[in-house]
């Protein structure tokens, strides 16, 4: 059972921005080639480090969110810490770079 769950940008600041401790957000398109690779990483990433959520945000249907946080590629994971933005990693990443990322 997958706990990455997908947030649209309606439900965005509730689910990411006004929690507390670590989000991992996944921008990701269904279309996108390297979006699916990097995916089972992100689903990895949520089941080893439990007190981190994980969320995915589709990029065509949040253009706002993209503009907001200057994604201009995908996938490109974000990381926010109790509503701040932390740090930013653009492109397929392995499992141990994502930890490295998360930690």
């Known amino acids: 059972m997958s706990k990455v769950s997908e947030v649209s940008s309606e439900q965005f600041t509730n689910e990411v921005e ?37 969320v995915k945000v589709n990029a ?22 109790n509503g701040q933005l932390v740090k930013t990693k653009v492109g397929v990443a392995s499992l141990s770079q994502v930890k490295e990322f998360v930690s």
């Open 18 to 54: 006004q929690h507390q401790g670590k989000v991992l957000v996944d921008f990701y398109a269904p279309w996108c080639a390297p979006c699916k690779m990097i995916a089972p990483v992100v689903e990895q990433i949520s089941a080893e480090f439990t007190q981190l959520k994980v």
């Open 60 to 81: 065509d249907n949040a253009q706002e969110l993209m503009i907001r946080f200057g994604i201009r590629g995908i996938p490109t994971l974000v990381l926010i810490e």
